[in-house]
């Protein structure tokens, strides 16, 4: 497994609308797209600073994983994203390795990327994805 970087921060917001602007006109972080994951009950709103990314994550359904998330911690910081070269190969080294990796396959996440989520209880504490870039 090799870990190219971190590819973005995925912070959960209440409210797009109300809290992109500081990230889109008081840093200037280019805007890159805004995204529907369905299967994950959220919008994506991703800036691009040329070196690493952060995601707001909104929810859409009260009960999606964001929605709880926010319920029980607050907006804030949500996890940390690491691109990958080998995405299965990583979940295999991973689960070999007795890491609770969530999923056996991989899912598509936004913008098309191969994704798996890493259980906070194996990380210290940060849920962790992984991606590969198609
Ligand atoms: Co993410």
């Known amino acids: 497994m090799k870990i190219i970087g971190i590819e973005h921060l995925?912070?959960?917001v209440?409210?797009?609308?109300?809290?992109?602007?500081?990230?889109n006109h008081i840093l200037n972080i280019e805007h890159r797209s805004t995204e529907g994951v369905e299967d994950q009950g959220v919008t994506t709103d991703?800036?691009?600073?040329?070196?690493?990314?952060?995601?707001?994550?909104?929810?859409t359904t009260p009960d999606s994983p964001i929605?709880?998330?926010?319920?029980?911690?607050?907006?804030?910081?949500?996890?940390?994203?690491?691109?990958v070269d080998d995405i299965t190969e990583a979940?295999?080294?991973?689960?070999?390795?007795?890491?609770?990796v969530l999923g056996d396959e991989p899912s598509i996440g936004a913008?098309?990327?191969?994704?798996?989520f890493i259980h906070p209880s194996s990380t210290g504490g940060v849920l962790v994805e992984l991606a590969e870039k198609s």
């Open 91 to 100: 979940i295999k080294e991973l689960k070999e390795s007795g890491i609770h």
């Open 67 to 83: 929605a709880k998330f926010i319920e029980k911690r607050g907006a804030g910081i949500h996890h940390v994203c690491f691109e």
């Open 14 to 23: 209440k409210d797009l609308a109300n809290d992109a602007p500081f990230w």
């Open 10 to 12: 995925g912070i959960a």
């Open 111 to 116: 913008e098309g990327y191969k994704v798996v």
């Open 46 to 59: 991703i800036y691009d600073t040329g070196k690493g990314k952060v995601e707001l994550l909104e929810s």
